[in-house]
């Protein structure tokens, strides 16, 4: 019998029917599979050869079930489509599973307060412009609420109880194990008395009055004698839990906190998988199980170097820049560099001429290292100060009149915005550049709470609070729009709902790292200020098929090592 006709029988006792060409193409690679194992004896050639076809047919089998394909015929396409994934060695699934996201191109997560869904409205399906009109500034914080006051309904404190028995016979709606709350609307406070819990945003209707406002009405606050029962800063534009008593139109607060927050996990349960699918990559419970397994395999391999506030201006920058480089040019896999700004000292340091001048400095470091240039990949986060139109959140990247020199010579250069999303597998990390600690510490209204208890210093107090505040709002920016001006119709590439897997800031106060509800926290420190820079391993440790990250943190000493770079745990 003949190999053709062979292989024909083989795919039609899996019930499978081969097209002409498809079955030419397989003849190919099997003949392919053959010429590689050479070496090996003919039974070991028949042996290789057999299994090749029989995991190209299961291959092909588990396609055509997961992707719902009609029939059985085999086209050329998908036999394509099985190989070319068959063939994948390590470092091509390690690169396939990096994925970035432009804050431009990111889809936005709507939830429907009427219907009670969810929906994923993909980029290009509705009209977006950085100019937006008034109701799209309602319609900010309008999702801003809304998806907020979802996750707070569905908090076990805050869900009505059945009528059950007590032991004494009577009937009761409160559990003998705990109290529920009912959050009032705004509008329901009129002619009520009493203490009341409710959710609302904090808004300045006038010159130094606030209100707390909801999807009703709004009302005026008086927080002078308010408690905060929770880390993190109040400022206007913020999120908060209130419990108060509404006293002649005012409303008296007694206690206020931030909302309660779930893991990334229990959203993705309620908001579900596809809605949550912003790379377009896992549209299937199939499609992540897959993807985790290849996490397991090869995750731990991954790697990722950041570094904030890179001044190029400085010669100590470059030349440590370079040492680093050094260090790290004998990996294998290489690490994925992201570089921060501000990427000079001063805005537009010297002029655009000596802009185009540092990075061209910067790619001449590069190249010294060939192995890096070609297959290293570094992703650039533009600052503040940096070029480009700046003032207002996302900002794009820097403008490649700066950028076109390094460009053309490293293969792997990308100019991502800010912020900017990263997919590792399964797992997301937000980059994002900004000076969250001081900005916040300036617009608060209130005093953030101190522990007495807690041994670490005040910055990283205060680092804490930030961390907290963006995590517990849902977002990088939960101030005031004069503070922190954002685009309208772009507000959604700020969110953090649900969380990420990692929330890398680059802000300008020491190192940091925090893990709050499974989401890692990090600032990587600036590394113009004492060379300081961290390492992240989203995939360090894996434990009964469970991975776990590894964060640690960097220094370049000044006495040059032998690999350049010195490393340790903060």
Same mark, same amino acid.
């Given at each position: 019998?003949?190999?053709?006709?062979?292989?024909?029988?083989?795919?039609?006792?899996?019930?499978?029917?081969?097209?002409?060409?498809?079955?030419?193409?397989?003849?190919?690679?099997?003949?392919?599979?053959?010429?590689?194992?050479?070496?090996?004896?003919?039974?070991?050639?028949?042996?290789?050869?057999?299994?090749?076809?029989?995991?190209?047919?299961?291959?092909?089998?588990?396609?055509?079930?997961?992707?719902?394909?009609?029939?059985?015929?085999?086209?050329?396409?998908?036999?394509?489509?099985?190989?070319?994934?068959?063939?994948?060695?390590?470092?091509?699934?390690?690169?396939?599973?990096?994925?970035?996201?432009?804050?431009?191109?990111?889809?936005?997560?709507?939830?429907?307060?009427?219907?009670?869904?969810?929906?994923?409205?993909?980029?290009?399906?509705?009209?977006?412009?950085?100019?937006?009109?008034?109701?799209?500034?309602?319609?900010?914080?309008?999702?801003?609420?809304?998806?907020?006051?979802?996750?707070?309904?569905?908090?076990?404190?805050?869900?009505?109880?059945?009528?059950?028995?007590?032991?004494?016979?009577?009937?009761?709606?409160?559990?003998?194990?705990?109290?529920?709350?009912?959050?009032?609307?705004?509008?329901?406070?009129?002619?009520?008395?009493?203490?009341?819990?409710?959710?609302?945003?904090?808004?300045?209707?006038?010159?130094?009055?606030?209100?707390?406002?909801?999807?009703?009405?709004?009302?005026?606050?008086?927080?002078?004698?308010?408690?905060?029962?929770?880390?993190?800063?109040?400022?206007?534009?913020?999120?908060?839990?209130?419990?108060?008593?509404?006293?002649?139109?005012?409303?008296?607060?007694?206690?206020?906190?931030?909302?309660?927050?779930?893991?990334?996990?229990?959203?993705?349960?309620?908001?579900?998988?596809?809605?949550?699918?912003?790379?377009?990559?896992?549209?299937?419970?199939?499609?992540?199980?897959?993807?985790?397994?290849?996490?397991?395999?090869?995750?731990?391999?991954?790697?990722?170097?950041?570094?904030?506030?890179?001044?190029?201006?400085?010669?100590?920058?470059?030349?440590?820049?370079?040492?680093?480089?050094?260090?790290?040019?004998?990996?294998?896999?290489?690490?994925?560099?992201?570089?921060?700004?501000?990427?000079?000292?001063?805005?537009?340091?010297?002029?655009?001429?000596?802009?185009?001048?540092?990075?061209?400095?910067?790619?001449?470091?590069?190249?010294?290292?060939?192995?890096?240039?070609?297959?290293?990949?570094?992703?650039?986060? @533009?600052?503040? *100060?940096?070029?480009?139109?700046?003032?207002?959140? &996302?900002? /794009?990247? %820097?403008? #490649?009149?700066? !950028?076109?020199?390094?460009?053309?010579?490293?293969?792997?250069?990308?100019?991502?915005?800010?912020?900017?999303?990263?997919?590792?597998?399964?797992?997301?990390?937000?980059?994002?550049?900004?000076?969250?600690?001081?900005?916040?510490?300036?617009?608060?209204?209130?005093?953030?709470?101190?522990?007495?208890?807690?041994?670490?210093?005040?910055?990283?107090?205060?680092?804490?609070?930030?961390?907290?505040?963006?995590?517990?709002?849902?977002?990088?920016?939960?101030?005031?729009?004069?503070?922190?001006?954002?685009?309208?119709?772009?507000?959604?590439?700020?969110?953090?709902?649900?969380?990420?897997?990692?929330?890398?800031?680059?802000?300008?106060?020491?190192?940091?790292?925090?893990?709050?509800?499974?989401?890692?926290?990090?600032?990587?420190? @600036?590394?113009? *200020?004492?060379?300081?820079?961290?390492?992240?391993? &989203?995939? /360090?440790? %894996?434990? #009964?098929?469970? !991975?776990?990250?590894?964060?640690?943190?960097?220094?370049?000493?000044?006495?040059?090592?032998?690999?350049?770079?010195?490393?340790?745990?903060?």
């Amino acid at each position: 019998m003949s190999e053709r006709k062979r292989i024909a029988r083989t795919f039609k006792m899996r019930g499978l029917s081969v097209q002409s060409s498809a079955l030419d193409a397989l003849l190919n690679v099997l003949q392919r599979e053959r010429e590689a194992t050479s070496s090996s004896r003919n039974q070991q050639h028949s042996s290789s050869t057999n299994d090749t076809l029989f995991a190209i047919i299961d291959e092909v089998k588990d396609r055509m079930i997961q992707d719902g394909r009609g029939g059985n015929i085999v086209t050329t396409s998908l036999l394509e489509e099985v190989v070319a994934e068959l063939s994948r060695d390590a470092k091509d699934v390690t690169e396939e599973a990096v994925q970035m996201l432009d804050a431009f191109k990111m889809p936005k997560l709507e939830f429907d307060t009427m219907r009670k869904n969810f929906s994923l409205d993909e980029f290009g399906k509705g009209k977006r412009s950085l100019y937006g009109e008034a109701v799209d500034k309602v319609d900010m914080f309008s999702q801003r609420y809304a998806l907020i006051q979802q996750r707070i309904l569905r908090q076990d404190i805050f869900q009505p109880k059945l009528v059950t028995a007590t032991r004494s016979g009577h009937s009761s709606s409160q559990s003998n194990d705990g109290v529920t709350h009912t959050l009032t609307p705004v509008e329901s406070l009129l002619g009520r008395s009493g203490v009341r819990y409710l959710l609302g945003m904090i808004v300045q209707v006038e010159e130094g009055k606030y209100y707390l406002e909801d999807h009703t009405a709004q009302v005026p606050l008086n927080f002078s004698q308010a408690s905060l029962l929770t880390d993190g800063f109040v400022s206007e534009n913020s999120i908060v839990l209130v419990e108060g008593e509404a006293i002649d139109g005012v409303l008296h607060v007694h206690n206020m906190g931030s909302p309660i927050v779930e893991n990334r996990s229990d959203a993705i349960k309620a908001i579900g998988l596809q809605n949550t699918d912003i790379f377009n990559s896992i549209g299937s419970l199939s499609e992540l199980e897959k993807l985790r397994d290849q996490e397991i395999e090869h995750g731990q391999e991954g790697m990722f170097v950041v570094l904030s506030d890179v001044h190029l201006d400085n010669p100590s920058v470059i030349e440590k820049l370079e040492r680093m480089l050094e260090g790290y040019n004998d990996f294998s896999p290489l690490p994925i560099f992201v570089l921060m700004g501000n990427f000079t000292s001063k805005p537009l340091s010297g002029g655009t001429k000596a802009m185009m001048s540092y990075f061209e400095d910067l790619t001449n470091v590069i190249l010294k290292f060939p192995n890096v240039a070609n297959e290293g990949r570094f992703v650039f986060i @533009p600052g503040p *100060n940096d070029p480009g139109i700046t003032g207002v959140l &996302p900002r /794009g990247p %820097i403008p #490649n009149y700066f !950028t076109s020199f390094l460009r053309s010579k490293v293969k792997h250069a990308i100019f991502a915005s800010n912020p900017c999303r990263m997919r590792f597998f399964t797992k997301e990390i937000v980059f994002f550049r900004d000076d969250l600690v001081g900005k916040m510490r300036r617009h608060c209204l209130l005093e953030p709470r101190e522990d007495e208890d807690d041994e670490k210093s005040g910055q990283r107090q205060l680092s804490r609070h930030a961390i907290k505040t963006v995590l517990d709002q849902g977002h990088l920016s939960p101030l005031p729009l004069s503070a922190s001006p954002i685009y309208w119709q772009l507000d959604h590439a700020l969110r953090l709902y649900p969380f990420p897997d990692a929330l890398i800031v680059g802000d300008r106060v020491d190192q940091y790292y925090e893990n709050y509800e499974e989401c890692d926290a990090i600032n990587p420190g @600036p590394f113009s *200020n004492g060379f300081n820079f961290v390492v992240y391993r &989203p995939i /360090g440790e %894996i434990k #009964n098929s469970q !991975t776990k990250s590894d964060v640690e943190f960097a220094k370049l000493s000044e006495p040059k090592t032998a690999s350049g770079v010195n490393d340790g745990f903060e």
